[in-house]
């Protein structure tokens, strides 16, 4: 059987807060072999969470790159969950799943960068990836790059290559399977985001992209294991 990669969105988000400690720890008990989460610099500080405003997933206000660590570690993010930092989901995840890194904001390749090689994991695959692919070409290269893209370019997969990237990650409504073609072609990798309904999973499997980004990892691994 192919490899179909099921990434846990924000960890498991269709069933705990998102980009919680207790989103991840739903996602290793669902088997997920991949997790993706987000990241944003805060007072020197990685910090995961998706939205540069607070007031959508927290009880919080104000604006992440602009708040003190002390208050963010102050926060419900749901269910009682503290925002957790990047290394405290490295912690957690120890080698039991590997990690795909969104890097939100500006400063966090730099800093991410410097993390991953303090810590020296060698038992987990990284993939780093981002929408701000000014930001994304400051990365390491040693580790597997994804460029995002949410709108139709005149080539998906050039634009990749020219980022020396080696993973197109794309919004569900721009794959088609001449993209499909085109990227493998290039011997790039093809993710798609955010697939949950059943039917939408069935469709990624048929078109042959290489993973899909869910909120409920479950659904998918189902289906691929029967696929
Ligand atoms: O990388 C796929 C997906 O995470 C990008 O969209 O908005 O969920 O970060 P978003
Ligand atoms: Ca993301």
């Given amino acids: ?50 939205d540069e405003d607070l007031s959508r997933t927290t009880n919080g206000i104000g604006r992440v790159s602009e708040t003190a ?11 009682g969950e503290r925002i957790p930092t990047l290394s405290e989901v490295l912690d957690l995840i ?13 400063g966090t390749a730099i800093a991410v960068s410097a993390l991953l090689q303090k810590r020296l994991s060698k038992h987990n695959q990284f993939l780093i990836s981002s929408f701000d692919h000014t930001e994304l070409l400051q990365m ?12 139709r370019t005149d080539s998906l997969v050039t634009n990749t290559l020219s980022l020396s990237a080696d993973t197109l990650v794309v919004k569900h409504n721009l794959i088609s399977s001449s993209i499909v073609d085109e990227a493998h072609n290039a011997s790039l990798r093809v993710l798609v985001y955010t697939i949950n309904d059943s039917k939408d999973i069935k469709d990624m499997l048929d078109l042959g992209v290489d993973g899909i980004f869910t909120d409920f990892p479950d659904r998918a691994t189902l289906l691929k294991d029967n696929a």
């Fill in 1 to 50: 059987m192919r490899d179909f990669l099921v990434i846990g969105h924000r960890g498991a988000c269709g069933y705990e807060p998102e980009n919680t400690l207790r989103s991840f720890k739903k996602a290793l008990e669902l088997g997920c072999a991949w997790i993706e989460l987000d990241v944003h610099m805060a007072d020197n500080q990685l910090i995961v969470i998706h």
């Fill in 94 to 106: 120890e080698h039991r799943c590997n990690i795909n890194i969104e890097l939100k904001g500006q």
């Fill in 69 to 79: 660590f002390s208050y963010l570690q102050s926060l419900d993010a749901g269910l």
């Fill in 140 to 151: 390491d290269t040693r580790y597997q790059r994804g460029a995002i893209f949410s709108q």
